[in-house]
């Protein structure tokens, strides 16, 4: 089985940082597009920011020049470093990651149990 983590979520006020980590950890034999996803109440789930295994980036237009992605491979680690939080940030942020078991496997979608970000004054 695969299992992704999250964790550094928290409440912050508006303006602030917060520095989101995903370890992927049990059977991984390659993990190709790791990203992170939001999900605010009444919302749908929307793609925040992904990164390819070779480092190419790609953000939604809300949190451009505010977020940056980033991830260790030897670590199968994930990263979002948000920064100028604003209110309309609060969500539910998810880890995904594409992950191949095997050599011979497909690679197949992983998401993580999502942590909590609140941007309140």
């Known amino acids: 089985q695969v299992q992704l983590v999250e964790s550094g979520g928290g409440l912050v006020q508006p303006g602030g940082s917060l520095r989101l980590s995903c370890a992927a950890s049990?059977?991984?034999?390659?993990?190709?597009?790791m990203a992170w996803y939001r999900q605010a109440p009444g919302k749908q789930r929307e793609l925040v920011a992904q990164?390819?295994?070779?480092?190419?980036?790609n953000y939604v237009d809300s949190v451009k020049g505010r977020f940056t992605i980033s991830r260790d491979n030897a670590k199968n680690t994930v990263y979002l470093q948000m920064d100028s939080l604003k209110f309309e940030d609060t969500a539910v942020y998810y880890c995904?990651?594409?992950?191949?078991?095997?050599?011979?496997?497909?690679?197949?979608?992983?998401w993580g149990q999502g942590t909590q970000v609140s941007v309140s004054s």
């Open positions: 995904n990651a594409d992950v191949a078991r095997t050599r011979f496997d497909r690679f197949r979608d992983y």
């Open positions: 049990g059977s991984i034999f390659s993990i190709d597009v």
């Open positions: 990164i390819t295994k070779g480092g190419g980036t």
